[in-house]
Each structure stands twice: as structure tokens, then as C-alpha cells.
């Protein structure tokens, strides 16, 4: 399994949720990229995300945008030379 662009679209969505507050929805306005805008509608169609547009997570939509979130800050460390 590869990370495809669609999915890496994917992950940029769900890392902009703030999971310190799941009342705090996001929005994917028309004028997104277009591959914001499918991420979103995608993620929507897997039942990750409340609207096609962005609305709030679901509950397995938090545990995939919490799974995204702490891989990134692993990810993230800078390297120690």
C-alpha cells in the first residue's frame, strides 16, 4: 500500500480538525483547491466527516484525524545529528 496523492489530500483534512474541541467543525469552501475539495467529499463517503464539505467528525473519523495528528508530530521531530 502506497500513499497516493488522493489519500495524502486525505490527511491534510483530517490534521486541520482541532481535536481539542470536537464542537469545532471545519469548512471546504468552493473556492479550495480542487483536491481539497474531493479530499473532503471522500472522507465524507467513508462516513469520516459529517458533510461533503468539511462539518464536524464522526466518531471514527476522530479516531482517524487522532491517528493523522500524532503520526505528524512523530514525524515532525527534528533530527538529532
Do not use: C, W
Not at 29 to 54: E, F, N, V, W, Y
Amino acid at each position: 500500500m502506497a500513499f497516493t496523492p488522493e489519500l495524502l489530500a486525505e490527511l491534510e483534512i483530517l490534521a486541520l480538525f482541532n481535536l481539542g474541541n470536537t464542537q469545532e467543525g471545519i469548512k471546504v469552501h468552493h473556492t479550495a483547491t480542487p483536491a481539497a475539495i474531493a479530499a473532503a467529499k471522500r472522507l465524507h463517503d467513508k462516513g469520516l466527516i459529517s458533510q461533503a464539505d468539511g462539518g464536524y467528525l464522526t466518531s471514527l473519523g476522530l479516531d482517524a484525524a487522532e491517528h493523522t495528528q500524532v503520526l505528524l508530530t512523530i514525524l515532525n521531530v527534528p533530527e538529532v545529528v
